[in-house]
């Protein structure tokens, strides 16, 4: 099978990141490796008992970062919407007679496009039990801007200027202020509260060398997005808190401003989406909120 027209498709038609692309490719070659191993040249042999064998050897496998057997419901959902896809791009470009399979899949291996923001009690738990501080200051980072872990990589040491502004009431307001390129190549900037910034001075004050990347690896050389979701892991285990993903530190960045009634159009604009529509997938708003928004809408009713 000839992954690379729909991989290159990915990449100059719908404008998906490396990072992005890399992932079809890796979920991609996985399956593959299942299809020569047991005799399926080519999709039209694809069918509702293959893709029931497919599932079973995604759940046999050895998973040696969290010391089991199988793959997760989310790790299996995310390859089957990856073989989906290239389905589909085959069914419109090659063979408009090919069947999907895996359109009529259950529910269960459907990608949940809800929100995963992490509870705030395991988020303060994880931020206190780091005592590495340049580890801190990674996920401080990520829940103070909502960048995407293939952005906060590529930053470097110079990426963050700070900004003083002084408030109607004479107070100095002390601001980050970076910017990135995201998806589709578009620039935009983030954001940085003042707390975030103190953990970036002192990271860089122990900094003694003169290397430009802003996160370092053991080896001396820029973290890669795999390293950073490592180190996300390892202090996850050693605090015993829940395998928590990097992206779910991007859902909880929206769900804090979204609930903090910021408005929906700059919360937008801080997550570097094209659409509201693609926001409102990362938020989610909670009870509290929603009284406070009704009970406020009924006052104004009344009067």
């Known amino acids: 099978m000839n992954f690379e027209p ?25 399956f593959a490796g299942f299809a020569s191993k047991h005799g399926i040249i080519g999709l039209d042999q694809l069918n509702h008992v293959s893709v029931r064998l497919y599932i079973d050897d995604m759940r046999s496998k050895p998973n040696p970062r969290f010391i089991a057997t199988g793959l997760s419901d989310a790790s299996i959902a995310r390859r089957l919407a990856a073989l989906s896809s290239y389905c589909e791009f085959i069914r419109a470009t090659v063979d408009h007679t090919l069947r999907n399979p895996l359109k009529e899949l259950s529910n269960r291996w459907k990608r949940n496009k809800d929100a995963k923001p992490v509870d705030e009690e395991t988020l303060d738990a994880l931020l206190a039990g780091i005592t590495n501080e340049r580890d801190r200051f990674i996920f401080s980072l990520f829940l103070s801007t909502g960048l995407r872990v293939s952005e ?27 910017e990135v390129v995201g998806k589709g190549n578009k620039r935009r900037q983030f954001l940085v509260d003042d707390g975030t910034l103190m953990l ?11 290397f ?20 996300l892991s390892s202090w996850c285990r050693k605090l015993d808190l829940i395998h928590i993903n990097v992206h779910r530190l991007r859902h909880s960045f929206a769900t804090r401003l979204a609930n903090s009634n910021i408005n929906s159009m700059v919360l ?18 909670t009870d509290t909120t929603l009284a406070r928004s009704y009970f406020s809408a009924m006052e104004f009713l009344k009067n």
């Open 6 to 30: 729909f991989l290159n498709h990915l990449a100059s038609y719908k404008k998906c990141s490396p990072q992005t692309v890399h992932a079809y490719r890796s979920d991609l070659k996985q």
């Open 152 to 178: 906060l990589q590529k930053l470097n040491r110079d990426s963050i200027s700070i900004q003083e502004t002084t408030e109607p009431d004479g107070s100095i307001r002390t601001l980050g202020v970076g």
């Open 200 to 210: 970036y001075a002192t990271y860089l004050c122990r900094r003694e060398d003169k």
């Open 212 to 231: 430009e990347a802003l996160f370092l690896s053991e080896r001396k050389t820029r973290m890669s997005v795999r390293a950073i979701q490592y180190t």
């Open 268 to 285: 937008r604009d801080l997550m570097g989406h094209s659409s509201l529509s693609t926001t409102q997938r990362y938020f989610k708003l």
